[in-house]
């Protein structure tokens, strides 16, 4: 297959992935011979590759065994226990303190991404006469 042919599967597959989920319902435990062809038509359309903000990339868990690290083992007890009694909203909220403070100090993360691909096909299964 070229690749223009690669990415065209792909995406239709990608497209039904809900149909997935209906169709694996359907088959049950077993070993099945398969053998098929399918007939793809349409348009596809990639869009220029392109650069993107994110987020600042930090890794949580170290900040957090840095944090941590400092503490004694009441301290870090409490703040367990306490963690483990807050609500959602609390939690929420130091979040976004610990982004803010994290964008403070470090450049947004510039990444690269490949053009978005955007299709009109029509996928069918072809039956072949036995002759």
């Given at each position: 297959?070229?690749?223009l042919?690669?990415?065209?599967?792909?995406?239709?597959?990608?497209?039904?992935?809900?149909?997935?989920?209906?169709?694996?319902?359907?088959?049950?435990?077993?070993?099945?011979?398969?053998?098929?062809?399918?007939?793809?038509?349409?348009?596809?359309?990639?869009?220029?590759?392109?650069?993107q903000?994110?987020?600042?990339?930090?890794?949580?868990?170290?900040?957090?065994?840095?944090?941590?690290?400092?503490?004694?083992?009441?301290?870090?007890?409490?703040?367990?226990?306490?963690?483990?009694?807050?609500?959602?909203?609390?939690i929420?909220?130091?979040?976004?303190?610990?982004?803010?403070?994290?964008?403070?100090?470090?450049?947004?993360?510039?990444?690269?991404?490949?053009?978005?691909?955007?299709?009109?096909?029509?996928?069918?299964?072809?039956?072949?006469?036995?002759?």
């Amino acid at each position: 297959m070229e690749n223009l042919e690669i990415v065209a599967v792909a995406k239709a597959i990608s497209d039904r992935t809900k149909k997935f989920t209906e169709a694996r319902e359907a088959v049950g435990a077993g070993e099945y011979a398969v053998d098929f062809m399918v007939h793809v038509t349409g348009g596809i359309k990639v869009g220029d590759d392109y650069e993107q903000v994110c987020a600042p990339e930090a890794d949580p868990w170290g900040l957090l065994a840095v944090a941590l690290s400092k503490l004694n083992g009441v301290t870090l007890a409490a703040i367990v226990t306490e963690h483990l009694d807050a609500d959602a909203d609390t939690i929420k909220e130091v979040k976004a303190k610990a982004k803010e403070a994290l964008a403070a100090i470090k450049e947004p993360t510039r990444k690269p991404y490949k053009g978005k691909v955007t299709t009109s096909l029509v996928v069918e299964s072809v039956t072949v006469a036995a002759s």
